[in-house]
């Protein structure tokens, strides 16, 4: 039997089918409306420049969040953009977690030498474009830059924070583009990207740095400058690292580290290195007294700038490296594990 003609002319079955595809597309509107719903709720707040969130700032997001709220992390989700604002997660801010969609920036160009309100430098500190107080801090898939250029000193992001966790986060500058402020406190960096050219990684802090990339942007650079202080076991300590650099950087041209304080630590485990890394490897910065005092060592590392025949003599070369497990490097006084922290 043939049907046609006029639309009240519909078989049953057809009629049938219509009515389940009604059904389905209404149950699929349903499903889809409750996963978007999902995806809202689990952040709290949401920064968006094109004002579809709560907040057009991430500083008005930040100072959002109460003081001293410890039930459970506030989640910050930060649409895709580039935020120009010299942003402050103060002290009071506890346990904030700062998530970026693909393609955020947090950008500022202050730099050391830049005059402030009272015609005064601001200073390598005063630089920063993100400072972070408050501990617990947490951010995802975020770019910190210091868009300034290559004009001394001048701080992308500065960390105060003690249990500080990166993941898949980007810092570009220039010199001093990353800080790591805080004395007694524990960072960690995991698929990260660091770029710069002196001291791009300096500070107090005890860092681990877990399959990250170190991009030197300059010849005659040193990537680090830890001011690791007296008594602390641990300063920065490198896992499965890669340290590349700018095309026409020369080769072996780039220290590892220098000792920004007498005390300083640093350790690279299983790190390809690459020609641009200077055969010596480690400087005293000019004082053969730093010598006798900081700790510098290697293990297992590999590449063209991995050459230990050349290393200064005071450097090592480890061969356990059983007290460089993570966890124990980051424990502290209250066992805190940043890969224990839900992603």
């Not at 001011?227 to 095309?247: E, H, N, S």
């Not at 007290?323 to 805190?336: E, F, H, N, R, S």
Request: a neutral charge; charged letters at 20%; proline letters at 4%.
């Amino acid at each position: 039997m043939r049907y046609g003609g006029s639309a009240g002319c519909i078989p049953p079955l057809l009629k049938e089918t219509g009515m389940k595809q009604k059904i389905y597309y209404i149950l699929f509107l349903c499903l889809l409306a409750t996963t978007v719903h999902a995806q809202d709720v689990s952040y709290d707040l949401i920064v968006a420049k094109d004002g579809s969130g709560g907040y057009t700032t991430v500083q008005e997001a930040v100072n959002a969040v109460p003081d001293y709220r410890k039930a459970s992390p506030t989640r910050i989700y930060i649409k895709k953009g580039t935020y120009k604002e010299k942003i402050v997660v103060p002290a009071s801010k506890e346990c904030v977690q700062l998530i970026g969609e693909d393609g955020v920036i947090l950008t500022y160009d202050d730099y050391a030498s830049k005059p402030n309100i009272f015609g005064e430098n601001k200073g390598t500190s005063g630089s920063a474009s993100i400072y972070i107080f408050g501990p617990d801090f947490v951010a995802e898939n975020i770019t910190f830059q210091n868009s300034s250029g290559p004009v001394g000193q001048a701080v992308a992001c500065h960390v105060a924070a003690d249990r500080a966790v990166f993941r898949k986060c980007r810092f570009l500058g220039f010199q001093d583009t990353l800080y790591t402020f805080g004395e007694n406190t524990r960072e960690y960096y995991e698929d990260c990207y660091i770029e710069g050219t002196v001291d791009f990684i300096f500070g107090k802090a005890t860092c681990v740095f877990n399959r990250c990339e170190l991009r030197s942007k300059c010849t005659g650079g040193f990537l680090t400058a830890p001011a690791t202080p007296q008594g602390c076991q641990y300063g920065y300590v490198f896992y499965d690292c890669k340290l590349t650099a700018d095309k026409g950087v020369e080769d072996g041209s780039v220290w590892l580290s220098r000792p920004w304080r007498p005390y300083a630590k640093a350790v690279f485990i299983r790190c390809e290195m690459r020609r641009h890394i200077h055969p010596e490897g480690w400087s005293n910065w000019g004082k053969t007294e730093n010598e006798q005092t900081a700790f510098y060592a290697e293990y297992q590392c590999y590449g063209k700038g991995a050459n230990t025949q050349g290393r200064v003599c005071w450097a090592h070369q480890l061969t356990d490296i059983s007290k460089y497990d993570i966890p124990k490097v980051l424990a502290g006084t209250d066992g805190w594990n940043p890969l224990s922290i839900e992603k």
